[in-house]
């Protein structure tokens, strides 16, 4: 008694909806698929909005539900862990919450293992966690039954399912709570109620509990004069009606956790939800559980918001957060008001995205890829992300996102003259890969008519000649025709000199989204095996001696000094018996210096003695376009 007392007096437990705990972070292991120490940073409100909502994205069977439940077990009134939640790698359970104060609140398995646990603040044994701190927790089956009971007893602290429950989710127990507290609603805040439904539901629905007989109680509402009941009430309004009961009576620091708050809600009910969301958590803790882009806004991500990615590693459950780094390159992506498109709702697909990824310019050239691989009769367990990335330039932002958040597997295709941003992309994040296609875009496009009308001033107009010929120069630069892949959109014609281009595309893209590992780079992996046959060396040297490999660009330009420079093998693997795929870089600096990079691609049969080079591509070149541009174009 004297321990509860003093452990009340030092942590100054105070009446629910007062100066309630903020979580800073959440820490879990042994738990589900949590076997490893992993720690969840959560949003904290600050006044602004969005500031104190978190969002947690990832496939199904991820992990996510497994947070939620981690939350329920920690503040529960139970001392057991459910048997099945025990991680089998590693039993010793362990969830503890840190409020900003530093206060330590936690539940571990006991030294004897199995279900039972010990909760703890600051370390310390106590019997139980004050109510006054629970979480609201909405299950994702929230759907009631069509009656309930005359109980108007439930309070705020002991919603959230069965609290004495060892599942979160129980249905009965949390169908009985919500009919309670729907009658608690009618009888005390109806009106409260009311003004917090407008901002989702409007007209608001006049909505009243009705006997059924003595002991059975239901829902009716309105809409438009015509009656409905709970008994056959769409499981959409049922939904609000849930989400609008967790968030109208919380106070200040509260902590409300809804798992998909988009079920059966229709894409514009779940903006305007998301809005009232992200307006009650300027003072509130709100976590969020979700599969729909319409809960994710980039410029709330920005105000302090948290995202946090959930994926399965075999059997293990991975959180991928967002860093601030990233937030701040997302940032200046948004800064772009010529390109207001970037990021919007379209490019929220990103974080729903299993991962392999084939990441383009834009989305033309989503279309055009899917048509061309489709008459290719080429398919791939990737997805195609175009939306939101606002051109080349900004596809290492892109990049960086898709990395932080913990997609293993990400393919950069790029136009032939982006081969500098490729470049720099492989480099920084050689796990990712990129392709440059021959062609200067996807599809065929005509000179732009406004350029053709702005030429036609300019050569009318009183500029000097050589004014005339530098202007028209630039714009014929900037604005010339190209030619695609696709020769004719309506049927995705593909350009003949193309053919081969696109084949290496898809055997490159088939190769690296393979259930075997892609190239083991020995630059980049120190314990990368190497190639002990020494036949293998002998042919690749002979082969590149009768080429002359390493002098073919001094060959082409002996008016420089190609004073710097450098070649190897930076990937190596072993395809088959006896058959392995090398990697060779070759870089020329020039004495300006200006360079080129190149990569050769070989399959050196040991069994038949053969060498045959099956790709070649620039991956950086820094020399002007120009003859010496085209000079080097010849070499491949």
């Known amino acids: ?33 949590f076997s490893e120490e992993t720690v969840l940073k959560l949003a904290i409100p600050n006044g602004e909005d969005g500031s104190g909502l978190t969002v947690i994205v990832g496939p199904n069977n991820s992990g996510k539900s497994s947070i939620i439940e981690a939350f329920h077990t920690l503040f529960n009134d139970t001392q057991l862990i459910p048997g099945e939640a025990i991680n089998k790698k590693n039993p010793n359970v362990l969830i503890e919450a840190t409020s900003i104060d530093g206060t330590a609140y936690s539940i571990q398995a006991t030294d004897k293992n199995g279900s039972f646990a010990e909760r703890r603040i600051n370390g ?77 539901l409007s007209p608001v629905p006049d909505w009243k509990i009705i006997a059924k007989d003595h002991n059975n109680l239901s829902l009716e509402f309105k809409f438009n004069n015509v009656s409905h009941n709970s008994i056959g009430a769409g499981d959409g309004f049922i939904n609000i009606f849930n989400i609008i ?73 991975k959180i991928y957060q967002l860093t601030q780094e990233t937030k701040e390159k997302i940032r200046n992506l948004m800064l772009n008001s010529f390109n207001p498109h970037i990021l919007g709702i379209s ?20 279309i055009c890829y899917k048509n061309i691989f489709k008459q290719k009769g080429f398919s791939i367990n990737a997805s195609f992300f175009g939306f939101g990335v606002g051109g080349a330039d900004n596809t290492e932002n892109i990049v960086n996102l898709l990395k932080n958040l913990g997609y293993d597997r990400v393919y950069c295709i790029f136009d032939n003259d982006k081969r500098d941003i490729a470049s720099q992309i492989q480099k920084k994040y050689p796990e990712y890969m990129t392709f440059t296609i021959s062609a200067n875009d996807v599809r065929n496009k005509e000179i732009n008519k406004n350029a053709l009308n702005v030429l036609e001033k300019i050569n009318s107009s009183d500029l000097s000649n050589e004014v005339k010929a530098e202007v028209s120069s630039y714009i014929k630069e900037e604005f010339n025709a190209k030619t695609g892949f696709v020769k ?71 008016e420089f000094d190609l004073n710097n420079g450098g070649s190897g093998v930076i990937s190596e693997k072993e395809i088959s018996k006896n058959k392995y795929r090398f990697v060779i870089e070759q870089t020329a600096g020039l004495s300006n210096g200006l360079s080129v990079t190149i990569l050769y691609h070989f399959i050196i049969d040991v069994n038949k003695g053969s060498v045959k080079l099956i790709k070649k591509n620039i991956t950086s070149n820094t020399l002007p376009v120009s003859r010496l541009t085209k000079f080097i174009r010849s070499i491949l």
């Not at 109980?151 to 919603?159: F, I, K």
């Not at 929220?348 to 050239?365: K, R, S, Y």
């Open 347 to 366: 490019a929220n697909e990103i974080f729903f995205l299993n991962d392999n990824v084939i990441l383009t310019e834009g989305q033309d050239d989503v």
């Open 488 to 558: 004719d959109m309506k049927i995705f014609e593909i350009n003949d000199e193309y053919q081969d281009n696109i084949t290496e595309l898809i055997i490159s893209i088939q190769e690296y989204f393979s259930k075997s590992p892609g190239f083991i780079s020995q630059k980049d992996n120190a314990n990368a095996p190497i190639v002990k046959e020494n036949n293998v060396w002998v042919l690749l040297d002979e082969w590149i001696s009768k080429h002359k490999l390493y002098e073919r660009i001094q060959e082409k330009y002996p």
């Open 124 to 200: 310390t044994i106590t019997q139980y966690i004050d109510r006054a701190i629970r979480p609201f927790i909405l299950s994702s089956r929230r759907n009631i039954n069509s009656t309930f009971n005359n109980n108007a007893n439930m309070r705020r602290e002991d919603y959230g399912g069965n609290k004495d429950s060892q599942d979160y989710r129980e249905q009965n127990g949390y169908n009985g709570n919500f009919g309670a507290r729907l009658i608690k609603i009618f009888k005390e805040n109806k009106d409260e109620f009311n003004n917090c439904l407008s901002k989702v």
């Open 245 to 317: 009961d967790s968030l109208y009576d919380s106070k200040d620091n509260n902590l409300i956790i809804i798992d998909e708050p988009e079920v059966s809600l229709h894409p514009d009910l779940q903006r305007k939800l998301y809005e009232l969301l992200v307006e009650y958590s300027k003072k509130r803790q709100i976590i969020l559980c979700t599969h729909s882009p319409y809960f994710i806004d980039w410029n709330v991500i920005l105000n302090n918001s948290e995202l946090i990615r959930v994926k399965k590693q075999g059997d293990e459950s």
């Open 1 to 33: 008694m004297f321990l509860l007392t003093f452990i009340s007096f030092k942590y100054k437990l105070k009446p629910y909806g007062e100066e309630n705990m903020v979580v800073k972070s959440l820490k879990i292991k042994g738990f589900r698929g």
